[in-house]
């Protein structure tokens, strides 16, 4: 904790100790997906009301069915939805909702979104909105892990008014370099500039995705760290000053910064290493007095030097191979802070216990540059028997629509050691069958076949390392929606009238391809 704030930080807790602790009794969750499922799942284990909302696509949707009440929120695109703060603090107001889990994604790390919650009593499962908006920024984040004594990897603030600065900077820092958004994440506004003659597009490029996802354009300079590990450490914190970390996650396989497998423990990581590295994520969370779940990142070179990354303040989508393999639920700790409780147990008390693997089910045709895959779920079967868990937010019917992420569900597998753990989650994987989209199911399981992830020989460019031939251009946010429109409205007209459009569908998707080909060209994308 900073110097001279212990006092004041005392005096908050007892007052949000005094306003805090009640019972949850009815929570609404503003997400849709396996999230919003596993969310209502704990809300049943604990006996509290759970509310749901959804777009008009999601009207049947799997977790709209589960909830104990569901409310309808607007259109399709998230923007007339899911991302309307008024909509949703509408919907809790009047369904008697006394606290509101926002799942990951979305309004998840908004801090006007837990700021609204808070103006109307409401509680947010999360840190408070100032936490949010400190660690939201990659910038302070960086300021604060250099007060906390943590290695960050050399960079510098930039502007695109600042060439000629820039390319200084660039120098200093040595080549390849990274520009980054200051706001926001999940790989939005992020370009890897090779030398100087690549690096004034990298930040037009980064700074107009990152002004498109965050309406924030400012980026910074970053040294570009090869072949690296991604690292990342749970932490949790309660409103009585008490702060614990369960232990590390392996993220490494990773497309376009996108997670594809996750694990945990790390097959890298020594009990020394794991140790210093989970230290400093706690480190983090007592200087900033962070409430609830969070995600410390780090990059992990060659060499076993970590540097701090970023903050995610939220639960993240992987967060069911720590629950494995500590036995700890963290929706359900989630809640009992959000309660004003202490947290239930210590961090003596924290302890990995055999190895769990998740592999994320995307809708995306992996063996065709992962285009995204839209339409209707005509067969669905989850996989089952010792060891496995899937966290999904469909089934058969269900519609997969090219609003929202193409994430479909999570198989999580748990082993006794790593290799059990392979062998279960290829199992599992040639049990999973969903019919009706294309899906990864078969690309994930070609990874965890594959020699070098059983040897634990892990990048965050394994994928393009050694599946070149599934790995995607490095199309923006941009391109990728108008790729998934594209793909859906061809699949429809395919649909209509098969034989007669297979041709003309082959020729649109030739003629689309040239059509984002030469706009590469024209502004200089990748």
Same mark, same amino acid.
């Given at each position: 904790?900073?110097?001279?704030?212990?006092?004041?930080?005392?005096?908050?807790?007892?007052?949000?100790?005094?306003?805090?602790?009640?019972?949850?009794?009815?929570? %609404?969750?503003?997400?849709?997906?396996?999230?919003?499922?596993?969310?209502?799942?704990? $809300?049943?284990?604990?006996?509290?009301?759970?509310?749901?909302?959804?777009?008009?696509?999601?009207?049947?949707?799997?977790?709209?069915?589960?909830?104990?009440?569901?409310?309808?929120?607007?259109?399709?695109?998230?923007?007339?939805?899911?991302?309307?703060?008024?909509?949703?603090?509408?919907?809790?107001?009047?369904?008697?909702?006394?606290?509101?889990?926002?799942?990951?994604?979305?309004?998840?790390?908004?801090?006007? @979104?837990?700021?609204?919650?808070?103006?109307?009593?409401?509680? @947010?499962?999360?840190?408070?909105?100032?936490?949010?908006?400190?660690?939201?920024?990659?910038?302070?984040?960086?300021?604060?892990?250099?007060?906390?004594?943590?290695?960050?990897?050399?960079?510098?603030?930039?502007?695109?008014?600042?060439?000629?600065?820039?390319?200084?900077?660039?120098?200093?820092?040595?080549?390849?370099?990274?520009?980054?958004?200051?706001?926001?994440?999940?790989?939005?506004?992020?370009?890897?500039?090779?030398?100087?003659?690549?690096?004034?597009?990298?930040?037009?490029?980064?700074?107009?995705?990152?002004?498109?996802?965050?309406?924030?354009?400012?980026?910074?300079?970053?040294?570009? %760290?090869?072949?690296?590990?991604?690292?990342?450490?749970?932490?949790?914190?309660?409103?009585?000053?008490?702060?614990?970390?369960?232990?590390?996650?392996?993220?490494?396989?990773?497309?376009?910064?996108?997670?594809?497998?996750?694990?945990?423990?790390?097959?890298?990581?020594?009990?020394?290493?794991?140790?210093?590295?989970?230290?400093?994520?706690?480190?983090?969370?007592?200087? $900033?007095?962070?409430?609830?779940?969070?995600?410390?990142?780090?990059?992990?070179?060659?060499?076993?030097?970590?540097?701090?990354?970023?903050?995610?303040?939220?639960?993240?989508?992987?967060?069911?191979?720590?629950?494995?393999?500590?036995?700890?639920?963290?929706?359900?700790?989630?809640?009992?802070?959000?309660?004003?409780?202490?947290?239930?147990?210590?961090?003596?008390?924290?302890?990995?216990?055999?190895?769990?693997?998740?592999?994320?089910?995307?809708?995306?045709?992996?063996?065709?540059?992962?285009?995204?895959?839209?339409?209707?779920?005509?067969?669905?079967?989850?996989?089952?028997?010792?060891?496995?868990?899937?966290?999904?937010?469909?089934?058969?019917?269900?519609?997969?629509?090219?609003?929202?992420?193409?994430?479909?569900?999570?198989?999580?597998?748990?082993?006794?050691?790593?290799?059990?753990?392979?062998?279960?989650?290829?199992?599992?994987?040639?049990?999973?069958?969903?019919?009706?989209?294309?899906?990864?199911?078969?690309?994930?399981?070609?990874?965890?076949?594959?020699?070098?992830?059983?040897?634990?020989?892990?990048?965050?460019?394994?994928?393009?390392?050694?599946?070149?031939?599934?790995?995607?251009?490095?199309?923006?946010?941009?391109?990728?929606?108008?790729?998934?429109?594209?793909?859906?409205?061809?699949?429809?007209?395919?649909?209509?009238?098969?034989?007669?459009?297979?041709?003309?569908?082959?020729?649109?998707?030739?003629?689309?391809?040239?059509?984002?080909?030469?706009?590469?060209?024209?502004?200089?994308?990748?």
């Amino acid at each position: 904790m900073r110097s001279g704030a212990k006092n004041s930080w005392d005096s908050r807790c007892r007052k949000i100790m005094t306003s805090a602790s009640k019972k949850i009794s009815k929570l %609404l969750i503003a997400n849709r997906g396996e999230i919003a499922v596993r969310v209502i799942r704990a $809300c049943r284990e604990m006996s509290i009301r759970s509310v749901a909302v959804y777009s008009d696509i999601d009207k049947h949707a799997p977790h709209v069915r589960m909830a104990d009440e569901a409310y309808w929120i607007g259109a399709a695109p998230s923007s007339e939805s899911y991302l309307k703060i008024d909509s949703i603090i509408e919907v809790a107001q009047k369904s008697g909702a006394s606290a509101i889990h926002p799942g990951y994604g979305f309004l998840a790390e908004n801090s006007n @979104f837990a700021k609204a919650c808070q103006k109307n009593s409401i509680a @947010f499962l999360g840190p408070k909105p100032e936490t949010i908006g400190l660690l939201g920024d990659k910038l302070k984040a960086r300021k604060i892990a250099i007060e906390c004594g943590l290695p960050v990897a050399p960079g510098a603030e930039i502007s695109l008014g600042e060439t000629k600065r820039s390319f200084e900077e660039a120098r200093k820092i040595g080549y390849p370099v990274l520009v980054k958004a200051a706001a926001g994440g999940g790989g939005k506004g992020m370009r890897i500039a090779a030398d100087e003659s690549e690096l004034a597009q990298a930040m037009e490029s980064a700074s107009r995705e990152a002004k498109s996802a965050f309406a924030d354009e400012r980026i910074f300079l970053e040294k570009y %760290l090869e072949k690296p590990r991604h690292i990342e450490v749970q932490i949790f914190g309660d409103t009585h000053g008490n702060y614990v970390h369960l232990c590390e996650r392996e993220c490494s396989i990773q497309r376009r910064y996108q997670k594809l497998i996750e694990e945990s423990p790390s097959p890298f990581v020594t009990s020394e290493l794991r140790e210093e590295i989970c230290s400093a994520a706690v480190n983090i969370a007592r200087a $900033c007095e962070y409430v609830g779940a969070g995600t410390v990142e780090f990059l992990l070179d060659k060499n076993g030097k970590f540097y701090f990354l970023e903050v995610n303040t939220r639960l993240q989508v992987e967060h069911p191979v720590t629950e494995m393999v500590t036995g700890f639920d963290l929706v359900r700790e989630q809640i009992r802070v959000a309660e004003g409780h202490k947290l239930s147990f210590s961090q003596s008390e924290v302890k990995q216990r055999g190895w769990s693997i998740e592999a994320r089910i995307s809708s995306e045709d992996s063996s065709n540059n992962f285009l995204p895959s839209s339409g209707k779920i005509t067969h669905y079967r989850e996989p089952s028997g010792p060891g496995v868990r899937v966290d999904s937010g469909i089934d058969a019917n269900s519609e997969v629509s090219v609003h929202y992420d193409p994430l479909l569900a999570k198989l999580i597998v748990w082993g006794a050691d790593r290799e059990q753990a392979i062998q279960r989650a290829k199992r599992a994987l040639d049990e999973f069958k969903i019919s009706g989209v294309n899906t990864t199911v078969g690309f994930a399981r070609e990874i965890i076949d594959s020699a070098e992830f059983k040897k634990g020989d892990l990048s965050t460019s394994f994928i393009e390392d050694y599946f070149k031939n599934n790995s995607r251009p490095d199309f923006s946010d941009e391109e990728f929606r108008i790729a998934a429109i594209v793909a859906a409205v061809l699949k429809f007209r395919e649909s209509q009238t098969l034989r007669p459009m297979v041709l003309r569908r082959h020729g649109e998707e030739s003629r689309w391809k040239s059509l984002i080909h030469s706009d590469h060209s024209r502004n200089g994308w990748k």
